[in-house]
């Protein structure tokens, strides 16, 4: 059996401080850049890179962010482009039309980020073009923002697993040198994520819907 070496325990820091800040219900970016300061610092005392290598990873990270922030300007003014033109409102008068209370609600949202995500075959601009529609359902059907955000969040990743010409079969398949069709019969975890997650929505412990206030 192999052995995997020295264990650098100090490196999975700045993971550690992300997670804990998570939890803390602080701004996401704030969380990020602690983690970012975090392990240039670590990186820097441990002679890793210099202030200029730092630098250097961090210009390569953003690089590597810059199709996806392209994508979200278009599908920003998609979305706006839309809504200008009924196009979203078409949209909710069919995801809504045999939609009845917040548990109607709740899979109507769950079947919007689903759809979405079978189109744009991207579970992050699936969530942006949803969000809108998602927040006007989730105050139609008086269900707390948190609650939706999560089910955007869960079904996303439920439709991205099991699509094959998603980007992550599509790499899986490149590795593994198959078909990534071969692969969907064995993501059980989406599988499961997706049964429990609509037995969820369906069991008395699902949290209850937000009354509007006067």
């Given at each position: ?11 999975i820091?700045?993971?550690i401080?992300?997670i804990a800040?998570?939890f803390?219900?602080?701004n996401?970016?704030i969380v990020l ?22 630098l ?7 690089l ?12 920003g003014?998609l979305?706006?482009l ?5 196009g979203?409102q078409?949209?909710l ?21 689903l759809?979405?995500?079978l ?16 927040k ?7 269900i707390?923002?948190?609650y ?10 439920v ?8 980007g992550?079969?599509?790499m ?5 040198q198959v078909?990534?069709a071969?692969?969907v019969p ?5 599988m ?10 369906l069991?008395?412990?699902s ?5 509007a206030?006067?």
């Amino acid at each position: 059996m192999g052995s995997l070496g020295t264990i650098h325990w100090l490196n999975i820091l700045p993971y550690i401080v992300v997670i804990a800040l998570s939890f803390m219900n602080i701004n996401v970016l704030i969380v990020l850049l602690m983690g970012i300061v975090t392990a240039t610092v670590i990186g820097m005392e441990s002679g890793s890179f210099d202030f200029i290598g730092a630098l250097d990873s961090i210009h390569k990270g953003m690089l590597s962010m810059a199709d996806i922030s392209l994508i979200s300007i278009v599908v920003g003014g998609l979305a706006a482009l839309m809504t200008h033109m009924g196009g979203i409102q078409w949209l909710l008068d069919k995801i809504t039309k045999h939609a009845h209370g917040a548990l109607g609600g709740k899979f109507a949202i769950a079947f919007l980020i689903l759809l979405l995500d079978l189109i744009t075959t991207n579970n992050t601009v699936s969530i942006m073009i949803a969000g809108p529609i998602s927040k006007d359902l989730s105050d139609t059907y008086h269900i707390s923002k948190s609650y939706t955000a999560s089910i955007l969040d869960v079904f996303s990743c439920v439709g991205q697993g099991l699509i094959p010409y998603g980007g992550q079969l599509l790499m899986a398949g490149a590795i593994a040198q198959v078909s990534a069709a071969a692969i969907v019969p064995y993501s059980w975890y989406c599988m499961v994520l997706g049964v429990v997650s609509v037995l969820f929505l369906l069991s008395h412990f699902s949290p209850k819907a937000v009354r509007a206030r006067i």
